[in-house]
């Protein structure tokens, strides 16, 4: 069996699991458990020091599923322009494995099977310990890493990913990893964050791409942000709710060069 091992445990996440679970626990502090009719979600993926707070309003809403898929951008560079995984993901609360009957819906279509993409990224594993943390083992993932975010690319995705899930019967939850406005100013970042989020808010795929070229924003994950928009809305997905907004200032104290923070959510 091949194994995605853990490419940024010890750096963005503590690499002892129970350094890790402490860390856990303390992103989970406060936040109420309550599982609602969530049907895709955006969280970002920074250091848990910095947005594992805002990634847990998130955690802390989703229902169980049989499988969660993850949309993530490619930092990297390498590896297609769409590339679903299909090793089992390590990390140091334990393995999960992916949804292979899922994952080969993808064959003949715009997503390859390509693990190159994925095994320096950190965007999807990032977000995978707050999955085991919150439920255990039982459930499955489906990765995807996105070096091409275009509107037709990231909507043909969603469309797609929806219909497997339909076909397939599952219970599953969409989960967009991304982070907002990077380096601004805390002002300049809100300001530009907050007219994204409105258009993510009203599933309005084409005014997001608008602003994003308008404001010249800097917002990572623009492309699995559209993609699991466009997912969850056939899916029935018709309100979406921000749970909390913050940037990397309210850290670090450094105001002047952050990056914005979201936890969306749609039911």
């Known amino acids: 069996m091949e194994m995605r091992q853990p490419a940024v445990a ?29 049907l895709g979600a955006v969280c970002p993926h920074a250091g848990y020091m910095y947005s594992g707070k805002i990634a847990a309003n998130v955690y802390a809403t989703l229902p169980e599923a049989d499988t969660y898929v993850f949309f993530g951008p490619n930092h990297t560079g390498y590896g297609s322009p769409v590339a679903v995984s299909r090793e089992t993901w390590k990390t140091p609360l334990g393995n999960i494995d992916v949804d292979l009957e899922l994952a080969d819906g993808f064959l003949g279509s715009i997503v390859d099977a390509d693990e190159l993409g994925h095994r320096y990224e950190h965007s999807i594993e990032v ?85 994003l070229y308008r404001r010249n924003a800097s917002v990572c994950g623009y492309g699995p942000i559209a993609a699991m928009l466009s997912a969850s809305q056939k899916l029935g997905g018709s309100r979406a709710t921000l749970l909390k907004y913050a940037n990397s200032g309210d850290v670090s104290g450094d105001k002047n060069a952050v990056v914005g923070y979201a936890a969306i959510i749609v039911e």
């Open 10 to 38: 010890g750096q963005f996440y503590p690499l002892r699991s129970e350094n890790l679970e402490k860390e856990l626990k303390r992103c989970f502090e406060g936040l109420e458990l309550q599982e609602r009719e969530v």
């Open 127 to 211: 977000q995978l310990p707050f999955l085991q943390y919150r439920f255990g083992k039982d459930f499955k993932i489906l990765p995807i890493c996105m070096g091409m975010q275009d509107e037709e690319t990231a909507v043909e995705v969603g469309n797609l990913v929806a219909d497997l899930i339909s076909e397939s019967g599952k219970r599953a939850v969409v989960i967009a990893s991304s982070d907002f406005t990077h380096y601004e100013t805390a002002e300049r970042a809100k300001e530009i964050d907050s007219e994204v989020i409105d258009a993510i808010l009203n599933f309005n795929i084409s005014g997001m791409y608008n602003s």
